[in-house]
């Protein structure tokens, strides 16, 4: 990923606090077949390895597990994004030399990946990730309200992959490289739009 020094971050607590913001994630891996990418909602086991692990599952009917893998993984966190209009600037006005962009944050993590049928592990995932994303609600939904024949079944359909992190690049482009003035004018600019995802924006662009 190509990160300009103004928008490189290098924060642990950051880093992880975008790829869990993100939920969403891609893995991308260079196989015999080409490039292959799979949307998977991950597991990040902070408290594992120097960097974490990720995990997920995906179809047993994916042929992405299947075809032999050439060096690591890429997994893709995408946050928080807004087209930025260069008619917010403050400098628009001084000279016009001034053009379009777009606003993000993103994270790359890179890893060998895993893929593993294990009952007991897949199990243990799939119940972690329903946690993580049924746990804050009032009537939370869990594994064992299945049936557990019906579970098993549904097991058996997926194979589960684990992601030893190596390396991380983080990249969060938010006007840091305008001036004060121009980042109040995105801001102003971001704030006065229906995308709820410009609002979010606009909350991030820096002050002095």
Known sequence: ???PPAFREDDPAVLRELMR????????????????????????????????????????????????TTGEALVIFSGAD???SPSWYATKK???????????AAV??????????????????????TQLYEGARPDPWAVTDAPERFVKAQINGIVGIRIPITRIEGKVK???????????????????????????????IPGD
């Open 1 to 3: 990923m190509y990160t």
């Open 21 to 68: 913001q993100a939920r969403l994630s891609t893995v991308v891996t260079a196989t015999s077949e080409g490039l292959m990418a799979t949307p998977l909602p991950l597991i990040l086991a902070e408290d594992e390895g120097e960097n974490g692990v990720l995990y997920g599952h995906l179809a047993k009917a994916n042929p992405q597990w299947r075809a032999s």
């Open 82 to 84: 807004a087209y930025i």
């Open 94 to 104: 001084e000279h016009g030399k001034v053009v379009p962009t777009w606003n993000y």
């Open 108 to 129: 790359h993590a890179y890893g060998p990946i895993e893929y593993f049928e294990d009952e007991h592990r897949l199990r243990d995932q799939i119940e972690r990730l």
């Open 174 to 204: 938010m006007s840091q490289n305008r001036s004060q003035a121009d980042r109040d004018g995105v801001k102003a600019g971001l704030q006065g739009s229906d995308r709820v995802s410009d609002q979010i924006v606009a909350g991030l």
